[in-house]
Every structure is written in C-alpha cells, then in structure tokens.
Nanobody
Framework: QVQLVESGGGLVQPGGSLRLSCAAS????????MGWYRQAPGKEREFVAT???????NYADSVKGRFTLSRDNAKNTVYLQMNSLKPEDTAVYYC??????????WGKGTLVTVSS
C-alpha cells in the first residue's frame, strides 16, 4: 500500500504562483511513476505532469513553461511549482502513483483557485 498526502493549494490571483506538495508513505519501493492530475468543475480529470520510472518528466501542453516538477528523495515528496497561473488552472489537483504491479493510488486532492 502507498499513502499520498497533498498540500499547498489555495487562492491565488492570475499571474501568481503556488507550490503543491505530495508526500508518499508506505511501500514506496513499489512506486513506478508519480505525478499530478487535475479536475476542474464539470470537466474530466486530466493529466498535468509526472515523473516516469526513469525520472524523465512529462508535462501537459497546457502547463509547459509554467509548471515545474521537482522532488526531495529524503522526504519521499514531489512538488509541482506553478507559475503564471491562469483562471483555467482552477481545479482540484490530485497526486497519483503507479506501482510496478500496475496498481494506482490517489491522494484526496488539494484545491487551487485562480481568481482576482
């Protein structure tokens, strides 16, 4: 089992920045891929950014150049630095893990609201 806890969401003005955190615990050796998805009101959940098992980062076209993944291995934590935020970035952001045996784990989400 892998447990995920997100933090860092909140209210920010357009053009502002936030940093999201996802701390993993449990059988972290099982983790293959780790990253972020988001779901806006009335829309389907969509891919945002991930670390692949080879530590290569992948980003959705909508966030390239604005969002950056990083991680702290000692804390088993990944971060999503979000800059130049737009109202369309408003969503619940979910941390996601894919294990080597192809099990998916999700955090409970953290809400990001971009509004003036």
């Amino acid at each position: 089992q892998v447990q995920l806890v997100e933090s860092g969401g909140g209210l920010v003005q357009p053009g502002g920045s936030l940093r999201l955190s996802c701390a993993a615990s449990g059988r972290i050796g099982d983790i293959n891929r780790m990253g972020w998805y988001r779901q806006a009101p009335g829309k389907e959940r969509e891919f945002v950014a991930t670390f692949a098992s080879n530590r290569i980062t992948n980003y959705a076209d909508s966030v390239k150049g604005r969002f950056t993944l990083s991680r702290d291995n000692a804390k088993n934590t990944v971060y999503l630095q979000m800059n130049s935020l737009k109202p369309e970035d408003t969503a619940v952001y979910y941390c996601n893990v894919l294990t080597w045996n192809l099990a998916n784990y999700w955090g409970k989400g953290t809400l990001v609201t971009v509004s003036s």
